[in-house]
Each structure stands twice: as structure tokens, then as C-alpha cells.
């Protein structure tokens, strides 16, 4: 069983930056696939971001080159660090972390408005 506790979402203005954390419980952590998804209201929860156990990245296109995955395994954390970002970016973010199993956070609110 892994627990993962995110922070870090808020209210950011067009253009502004935020930085998501989820911190994971277990010994393991660097053994884990780690990724963001979001699901805006009415919308199916969609792949944000990845990070493999050997550091491979995967980003959806809307993202590339915007966000930013990474992990720290000595912290048992991995970050999302959006730049540039746009209302359409609002949306609760969710962190998954793969093990074979599945496990998802709780999920926190990015809402990106004037």
C-alpha cells in the first residue's frame, strides 16, 4: 500500500507558475513509476506528466515545454512545475504512482484565472 499526499495547488493568475508536490510513503520510492494526471469538470482524467524509476519523461503535447516532472528519491517527492500556465490548465491534479499496482492521491485545485 502506498499513500501519496499532494500540495501546492491555488489560484494563479494567466502567465503565473505553481509547483505541485506528492510526497509517497514507502521504502521503494525510486522503484516507482511516478506521473501527474488532472480532470477538469465534465472531462475524463487525462496524463499530464511521467517519470519512470530510471528518469524517462513523457509529456502530453499541451504541456511540452510549459511543465516540468521530477522526482527526488531521497525525499520520497516528485514535482510538477508548470510555467506559462493558461486557464485551460485548470483542473484538480491527481498523482499516480505505479508499482504494479496503482495508487492515486487525494488531488489538489489549480484553477488559473484573472
Known amino acids: 500500500q502506498v499513500q501519496l499526499t499532494e500540495s501546492g495547488g491555488g489560484l494563479v493568475q494567466p502567465g503565473g507558475s505553481l509547483r505541485l508536490s506528492c510526497a509517497a510513503s514507502?521504502?521503494?520510492?525510486?522503484?516507482?513509476?511516478m506521473g501527474w494526471y488532472r480532470q477538469a469538470p465534465g472531462t475524463e482524467r487525462e496524463l499530464v506528466a511521467v517519470i519512470t524509476s530510471g528518469g524517462t519523461l513523457n509529456y502530453a503535447d499541451s504541456v511540452k515545454g510549459r511543465f516540468t516532472i521530477s522526482r527526488d528519491n531521497a525525499k520520497n517527492t516528485v514535482y510538477l512545475q508548470m510555467n506559462s500556465l493558461k486557464p485551460e490548465d485548470t483542473a484538480v491534479y491527481y498523482c499516480?504512482?505505479?508499482?504494479?499496482?496503482?495508487?492515486w492521491g487525494q488531488g489538489t485545485q489549480v484553477t488559473v484565472s484573472s
Open positions: 514507502g521504502t521503494i520510492f525510486n522503484l516507482y513509476t
Open positions: 499516480r504512482c505505479y508499482t504494479g499496482s496503482v495508487y
